[in-house]
């Protein structure tokens, strides 16, 4: 069974630009969660989309947004990059029993802003 | 605001030798999950925890939880040098009928020959 893919898998952008990161979800799976990974704030939650709808939403500017498709792959937008975007984007989807909410990421995207 | 908390942040063992990563939790919850993450790398499954005293084993690790003192354990038992990485834990609650994970800080495992 084929894991999560992301891409792209890097990236360079420059202060202002925007940028679009993709994500396949396991086959099955209709959960996908994004997250951003830094060596100052660590792995902070982005937001979950499930059935195309956003179920929930973490601390982050409305620069940061995000949809889900009907074939449950995701993207993800940031508008406006700043210097402190730069950081490993991983994706992560789940089958979302009821009990049990593993996830299991993919490789990343690691974005660069200069 | 759910906060989880790992300690330590770092930790250099020799091979061979014992070690506990805790991960320390300040509201209810009933899930808990530990991943691995090598460098470069992405974020490993490694156990799923559901209830109150629940244990899990694979090879040396082996994690616990003790949802009343809102603590989970990882127990490593003679560490050898592939089990160098970062380790998270990860809390589970539900925020307005939606569940949410919550990463702790990371662990860096250096397991020294």
């Known amino acids: 069974k084929a894991g999560v893919t992301q891409t792209p898998r890097y990236l360079i952008k420059t202060r202002g630009q925007q940028v679009t990161l993709s994500c396949s979800p396991i086959s099955g799976h209709r959960s996908v969660s994004w997250y951003q990974q830094t060596p100052g704030q660590g792995l902070q939650f982005l937001f979950e989309y499930f059935s195309e709808t956003q179920r929930n939403k973490g601390n982050f500017p409305g620069r940061f947004s995000g949809r889900q498709f009907s074939n449950s792959r995701s993207e993800m937008n940031v508008s406006t990059l700043e210097l402190g975007d730069s950081a490993l984007y991983l994706c992560?989807?789940?089958?979302?029993?009821?009990?049990?909410?593993?996830?299991?990421f993919g490789p990343g995207t690691r974005l660069t802003v200069l | 605001e759910l906060k989880v908390e790992q300690n330590p942040l770092f930790l250099s063992m020799q091979e061979g030798k014992n070690y506990t990563i805790y991960c320390n939790y300040s509201?209810?919850?009933?899930?808990l999950y530990w991943y691995r993450q090598d460098p470069g790398k992405s974020l490993e499954s490694l156990f799923v925890?559901?209830?109150?005293?629940a244990v899990k084993q694979e090879g040396r690790l082996m994690a616990s939880l003790d949802t009343k003192a809102r603590l989970s354990t990882l127990h490593i038992t003679a560490a050898v040098h592939d089990l160098s990485a970062t380790y998270f834990c990860a809390v589970e609650r539900e925020d307005f009928g939606n569940e949410k994970l919550t990463f702790g800080t990371g662990t860096r495992l250096t397991i020294i020959p």
């Open positions: 509201t209810t919850s009933d899930r």
């Open positions: 992560a989807s789940s089958l979302y029993k009821r009990e049990v909410h593993e996830q299991f």
């Open positions: 925890l559901l209830s109150n005293g």
